[in-house]
């Protein structure tokens, strides 16, 4: 593969170019009820091809054909040529390399038949199913990947890597009479059948909470003290803030470049944040993006003070900042954009409890459903929450959404707790058309003084 | 090729069908009014579906020349639990237009112009104005063991637009989009660029939000989080689940008399459209609501045979997985009042046209609860400005229940057509 690669970029006459292969098997496997819907071994192969031209515009083409690379090539040189621009693209200097990966595949998803993760599968659905009668509805969802991945460019990198991937999922859905609830579970990591052992109690968690949500009374919308547990901490500084340290947002924006102005405060002293690439078997781990950048731990906000962002070649290059590794594409249908990886808060101090303590009436927002930011605007749902009553957690409250605008919210953030953990959930991020792609958040517990739950004034 | 592979499957399995569908795909991208990257596309992905001792197995393959696909449906076959399916026999196809000649021809400097030509209308001091043009051509081909064997060819075009205006730290970003198998007429984008300038114009002035139980009048691009719980409960899987709201309740009223909602994969050169699904049932135009009484729901094959009802017509197969039932295009039918009544009519209250969040939770229990991205104070019978720090509530099955006006003007957005919608009593609250 790697000959034919050289060939093809050497037959290449624009200024610039670089080609992504990819051939994936994958393993999907999801129930419905106590009902198989389908247990199915996919293959996908094809490629990808960008170039660039001095004075012109990016030239791309995908394909699910690896028979003529060098005609693609030349179809992407092309369409290069067909957009003329005044103001050059320019691309930051990463430096080239040859390398060769195979992430840790935690026992090769591969190696293990259909029908063993047909059976896994169903023992963990049928515990959620027999955990109570009022469990009326499950969807139990198994989902394996391994990517063989190539990348080279004209710059001289050339990169082999094994990409593997492997999510759970368990909805279970509670029926009394007329209320219908509804729990969540996932898990995501970027390695192998290893990852997916011993889950079961995730998926009778489902279950449970579903059943006790049923009996929960709707949180009386509000302005609320909110704790958020790590996992909607995680999402939420995932999508209120991080897709704002995306590069591509602010780089032709010069009002948003004054927003995102590195040095502008960003919450308190306490808060720290960063994205990283880097760390060990997450989601969002990879040892290069999609433009052969390595990737690594990018700070974004340090101790209350904007400090880094989300960059590809093209707008490290045009901020004049450096490529931190976070070029993505989601296959090689698309051209790689500005995305997440890991993207975390860091550890402050104390229990949870202790965030509970000073507060008469509050509300602890656990499990993220779901996140979307309208830019400064984000709104995010619980799977559940507490009431928090005279600094002790209290009744189980359902429908808990959090709503609020990223600068006050930043700032009102006034404790962070010491128990950092990655939430590991087996969702993904969406952007510019290309969801869902693998990332990961962590946080500890945070608490936020004032935020918006709900918004019924009943 | 696919009739080769439906032999292949036949010579072990008692029945197959299957998709290919093969696509060419032209993507340009404005970034802050300039043209900046070309992309072109080519894809093709074959679907086959077996059954084999009654049991259904499912592989794709995106290959030229797909190998292993017969053995991996078997394979897929061989531990599924059993079902009584009977594929469809051929029947007669209505005409529906899914391509335009004229789409399939254009070069990448007819789309480059098409798209600069929007970009000089939303040109504005202060504006950033992000443009895609896409436009992809292609065909369908759907073939069964029991003779069903029909082609169709499809182009899609669209042109989407996006101004970002930021000052301080206050963001506007107002987008609108147009998409058809036909090229957009010069007024088409005219009206595309005007529906985006009036929003821009009306969020000029800021206005502070109001509070209480208030009419609130819904765009079609702000009516989402109404809509969406029915999507989901007329989903034929989710009635045989027992999981819908509406599930065994055909025949019963259960909103307003003036709601009706059909879907229609008839629509000349709509997104949606098509003749035959994509398991090779000719569908039909299906009211999903009629004058407010619930009328029917969409299904596939295999969730009607589990459900004991017919198909629909609704089945729609990527290359990879089982088929699922998808709406073709859904029509809300309209009412009888201008834009500018509908406001009157507001009188004090409040104009959605995005909410932040919608999709999260218990969709399709109606309940909604979602802070707005784009919305407009109505006072005294007319726009005053945009409102942010609201929050709209409500449940969708309630308040569709009385609908206080429908505008006479549909506006088509993708595959969905609808008018705005008044509601009374939704719950406004002030962050």
Redesign the interface.
């Known amino acids: 593969m790697k000959n034919r690669l050289r060939d093809a970029i050497q037959s290449s006459r624009a200024d610039f170019t670089e080609i992504r292969l990819e051939r994936s098997v994958?393993s999907?496997v999801t129930f419905?009820?106590p009902?198989?819907?389908?247990?199915?071994?996919?293959?996908?192969?094809?490629g990808f091809v960008r170039c660039l031209n001095r004075g012109y515009?990016?030239?791309?083409?995908?394909?699910?054909?690896l028979?003529h690379l060098s005609a693609m090539v030349a179809?992407?040189h092309e369409?290069?040529l067909?957009?003329r621009?005044?103001?050059p693209?320019r691309l930051a200097d990463v430096p080239a390399r040859e390398d060769d990966v195979v992430l840790p595949l935690g026992e090769d998803v591969r190696g293990i038949p259909?029908?063993v993760k047909?059976r896994h599968l169903e023992s963990l659905n049928a515990m959620m199913l027999g955990r109570d009668r009022r469990i009326?509805?499950t969807q139990a969802g198994y989902r394996d990947e391994v990517v063989e991945y190539w990348y080279t460019n004209s710059d001289g990198t050339m990169l082999s890597e094994v990409r593997p991937e492997v999510t759970l999922s368990a909805v279970a859905?509670a029926?009394d009479q007329g209320t219908?609830?509804?729990a969540l579970e996932s898990l995501g990591r970027r390695s192998g059948w290893n990852a997916v052992q011993h889950r079961e109690e995730q998926f009778l968690s489902a279950a449970d909470r579903a059943v006790a949500l049923l009996g929960a009374p709707?949180v009386r919308?509000g302005?609320y003290p909110v704790v958020l547990d790590q996992k909607l901490a995680g999402v939420f500084v995932h999508e209120a803030f991080g897709h704002l340290s995306e590069a591509d947002f602010v780089y032709?924006?010069p009002?948003?470049r004054?927003?995102m102005t590195l040095g502008r405060r960003f919450g308190g002293p306490e808060l720290t944040v960063g994205d990283d690439g880097s760390a060990a078997a997450l989601r969002g781990t990879l040892p290069y993006d999609d433009e052969g950048t390595p990737t690594r731990n990018t700070v974004l906000i340090q101790n209350g003070v904007l400090v880094g962002r989300l960059h590809s070649r093209e707008t490290a290059a045009h901020m004049g900042e450096i490529p931190t590794g976070n070029a993505r594409a989601l296959s090689f249908?698309h051209?790689p954009i500005v995305r997440m990886t890991n993207t975390y808060v860091a550890n402050g101090s104390g229990t949870r409890d202790d965030l509970f303590k000073d507060i008469k009436l509050g509300i602890y927002a656990c499990d993220a459903?779901?996140?979307?930011?309208?830019?400064?605007?984000?709104?995010?749902?619980a799977g559940h929450g507490y009431m928090i009553r005279d600094g002790q957690m209290a009744e189980l409250v359902k429908?808990v959404?959090v709503?609020?605008?990223l600068?006050q919210t930043m700032d009102r953030i006034d404790r962070i707790a010491g128990d950092f953990q990655w939430n590991e959930l087996g969702g993904g991020c969406g952007k510019g058309g290309q969801a869902p792609l693998p990332v990961t958040e962590g946080a500890p517990h945070i608490r936020i003084s004032e935020a918006?739950v709900?918004?019924?004034?009943? | 090729m696919i009739s080769r592979l439906l032999e292949q499957a036949g010579r072990r399995a008692e029945a197959a069908d299957a998709t290919l569908k093969t696509d060419e795909t032209v993507t340009l991208l404005f970034e802050a009014g300039r043209l900046k990257s070309t992309s072109w596309s080519q894809e093709q992905g074959v679907n086959l579906r077996v059954l084999s001792g009654n049991r259904i197995g499912v592989a794709g393959s995106t290959a030229a020349e797909p190998s292993g696909v017969v053995e991996a449906a078997l394979a897929s076959a061989a531990i599924a639990d059993p079902v009584d399916l009977l594929l469809p026999a051929p029947a007669p196809l209505p005409s529906v237009r899914t391509y335009s000649p004229a789409a399939a021809a254009a070069s990448v400097s007819d789309l480059s112009a098409l798209g600069q030509s929007l970009v000089e209308r939303l040109s504005h001091d202060g504006w950033q104005v992000n443009v895609t043009v896409e436009r992809s051509a292609g065909s369908v081909r759907v073939a069964n063991s029991r003779g069903v064997e029909a082609t169709y060819d499809v182009t899609a075009v669209s042109l989407a637009a996006e101004v970002t205006r930021v000052s301080g730290d206050d963001i506007l970003m107002v987008g609108d989009f147009y998409a058809a198998a036909d090229l957009p007429a010069e007024p088409v984008v005219a009206s595309l660029a005007e529906s985006i300038g009036r929003r821009v114009h009306w969020a000029e002035q800021a206005a502070p939000p109001p509070r209480g139980e208030l009419p609130v009048l819904f765009t079609p691009a702000g009516s989402a989080a109404l809509f969406l719980p029915i999507r989901q409960a007329c989903q034929g899987k989710a009635v045989l689940q027992g999981v819908s709201p509406l599930g065994g309740r055909i025949g019963e009223r259960a909103f307003d008399s003036s709601l009706s909602l059909v879907d229609d994969p008839w629509v000349a050169g709509a997104p949606g459209s098509r003749a035959i699904d994509d398991e090779g049932v000719v569908g039909r135009r299906l009211p999903l609501v009629k004058d407010g009484v619930i009328a029917g729901f969409i299904y596939d094959l295999e969730t009607a045979a589990r459900a004991g009802v017919p198909a629909t017509g609704h089945a729609r197969r990527t290359t990879f997985g089982k088929p699922q039932a998808a709406y073709s295009n859904l029509v809300l039918s309209p009412g009888d009042l201008t834009w500018d009544e509908l406001v009157a009519k507001v009188h004090d209250g409040l104009i959605v046209d995005e909410l932040i969040g919608v999709g999260q939770g218990n969709v399709i229990g109606g309940a909604f609860s979602h802070p707005v991205a784009l919305a407009y104070r109505v006072s005294g019978g007319e726009v005053v400005g945009r409102v942010k720090d609201a929050a709209v509530a409500g449940n969708a099955y309630e308040l569709l229940s009385r609908i206080a006006g429908l505008g006479r003007e549909v506006e088509w957005r993708g595959s969905l057509a609808m008018p705005p919608i008044l509601l009374e009593g939704v719950s406004v609250a002030p962050r």
């Not at chain 1, 709900?454 to 009943?458: A, E, K, M, Q």
């Open positions: 994958t999907a419905r009820g009902r198989l819907e389908g247990a199915t071994v996919s293959t996908d192969e094809g515009g990016w030239g791309m083409a995908s394909f699910t054909s028979d179809r992407a369409l290069s067909a957009v621009l005044d103001t693209i259909l029908d047909k009326v509805d859905v029926r219908i609830e509804r709707r919308g302005t032709e924006n009002q948003a004054d927003m249908r051209p459903q779901g996140g979307q930011t309208f830019l400064e605007d984000f709104s995010f749902t429908n959404v709503a609020g605008n600068f918006l709900g918004g019924s004034v009943r």
